[in-house]
């Protein structure tokens, strides 16, 4: 029951699965990664092929219920939110690579999926980045709670 946990916690917040995993399972090192990389690819895929569909999905209805119209001039400017604008500085300067490396620090899984297939939906290669910054992230944050784990008092 407790790797099901882990997998499906990984699947949408990554980052904060590894005190679980660590603290209150009382996973070792190489489980955790194991575990928490398995949730964290099958969220990757499960959240981008969500993506898919629900794109897919908006597009039709936009097209049917609204038409193609143009903007009326009436018609109020964007809210740019503080996140929305580091979503987009993200994307601008540093591509996918940078949407991949701030998945799980910023981003969750189903946030980054949903940009990944928004953005770069037409490149296979959108899998591997974030498979790869997963896995790279998942080292760093397992060092870190084992870390916290061994040498502070946690009661």
Excluded: D
């Excluded at 038409?67 to 994307?91: C, V, Y």
């Excluded at 980045?129 to 944050?141: D, E, K, L, P, R």
């Amino acid at each position: 029951m407790k790797i099901l946990t882990v997998l499906f916690f990984s699947s949408f917040k990554f980052a904060m699965t590894f005190p679980l995993a660590i603290m209150v399972y009382k996973m070792g090192f190489w489980e955790t990664l194991l575990w928490i990389n398995i949730g964290g690819i099958l969220g990757i895929f499960f959240f981008t092929y969500l993506s898919k569909g629900l794109l897919i999905l908006w597009e039709g209805l936009k097209t049917k219920y609204f038409g193609k119209k143009k903007k009326k001039q009436s018609e109020p400017k964007k809210i740019f939110t503080r996140k929305n604008r580091l979503i987009i500085k993200i994307k601008n300067n540093y591509g996918m690579l940078g949407i991949a490396l701030s998945n799980p620090i910023l981003l969750s899984i189903p946030v980054g999926a949903f940009l990944a297939q928004r953005y770069y939906g037409n490149k296979p290669s959108r899998f591997l980045y974030m498979i790869t910054a997963n896995a790279v992230w998942s080292v760093f944050y397992g060092v870190f709670y084992m870390y916290v784990y061994q040498h502070l008092p946690v009661s």
